[in-house]
């Protein structure tokens, strides 16, 4: 069975018998997309007679990342995966080019429930791009084309790569290997974001893939593995086991902290990023041993936030 196949059977029936039936099943079911993307793009900072080409340009990455098969797996339109792109153009180049921000997150439903958790939340602040109005938005995984396909695509792999890795262990790693080819690709690209010191250097798409697809790393895709599917997942059947496999979880990302694989450990801190609050809210109810537990492995990894895990520990 697939990845996907496990990933569909998750979200819409848990039992493992049942997961057999859907894999079954999969032949009556359509391709479809893998992506439900909502864009948006911001030109306020821009001045000139621009407007429309923006709104032009918005669509247009609509359409790149809603309607390109990224997988070769079945998606029904339901279990398209919900994500965000917010670009934020600050300064004109030329007449087709321009710099930037984007930002991404993406979202992942918890079994049976209408509660979507975060997934991924990364402002990048090295994009560069042109834009001719009107022509078409093309990507090859082979060859470098352009730098606003490969910006798109490789945030694209990342969004599914970290998906599947939520619902079987590694299983987001053939997706996080299109995107290190994508960074590959881009090598002698004049863009900023594509090499170790380029643009914001260690926060950048180089040391994001690196990172992910780093050994050391491991514990940190095991965890969110564990935290989602074992964890989230099991809570609404069973409250306090899966809070139990959440608290444990964390440990992965101790061990992680600990080593410090390098000094800047941008896939660790991103992981804190989408899940800090989310976690205060889990064990803010928990049992007084199991908060003081967690509350003391997160103040070691996330110093700078102290404050809300003694909050927590007040029920706050």
């Excluded at 059977?9 to 894999?23: H, K």
């Excluded at 000139?48 to 997988?71: C, D, H, I, P, R």
């Excluded at 991404?104 to 209408?114: D, G, K, L, M, Y």
């Excluded at 987001?172 to 002698?188: D, L, R, S």
């Amino acid at each position: 069975m697939d990845n996907h196949s496990l990933q569909k059977g998750i979200r819409q029936w848990f039992f493992p018998a049942v997961l057999v039936i859907i894999s079954f099943l999969r032949s009556t079911c359509t391709y479809g997309q893998e992506l439900h993307c909502n864009v948006s793009i911001s030109s306020q900072k821009i001045q000139g007679s621009y407007q429309e080409k923006f709104k032009t340009l918005q669509q247009a990455v609509y359409e790149f990342m809603n309607n390109t098969v990224w997988t070769n797996n079945v998606f029904d339109v339901n279990e398209r995966i919900e994500c965000t792109m917010l670009i934020n153009l600050t300064e004109q180049i030329s007449s087709d080019q321009f710099k930037g921000t984007i930002q991404i997150q993406s979202r992942r439903p918890v079994f049976n429930t209408t509660y979507n958790t975060t997934m991924f939340n990364f402002l990048d602040n090295d994009f560069m791009f042109t834009y001719v109005e009107f022509q078409p938005l093309e990507f090859n995984e082979a060859t470098f084309l352009n730098n606003l396909t490969s910006v798109l695509a490789f945030y694209a792999y990342i969004i599914i790569g970290l998906d599947y890795d939520s619902f079987s262990l590694n299983g987001g790693t053939p997706y996080f290997q299109k995107a290190e080819q994508i960074v590959n690709n881009a090598q002698n690209a004049v863009e900023p974001g594509w090499k170790p010191f380029s643009g914001s250097r260690n926060k950048n798409r180089y040391w994001l893939i690196q990172n992910i697809l780093d050994s050391k790393y491991a514990p940190v895709r095991e965890f969110t593995y564990r935290y989602h599917r074992l964890g989230l997942d099991v809570m609404e059947r069973e409250l306090n086991m899966g809070r139990a496999e959440i608290a444990n979880s964390l440990k992965l990302l101790q061990k992680v902290y600990r080593a410090k694989p390098d000094p800047y450990m941008l896939f660790l801190t991103l992981v804190l990023d989408a899940k800090r609050d989310e976690i205060v809210n889990i064990f803010s109810k928990s049992f007084p041993d199991e908060k003081t537990r967690v509350s003391v492995i997160m103040k070691e990894i996330d110093p700078a936030n102290s404050q809300k895990y003694d909050n927590m520990l007040k029920g706050q």
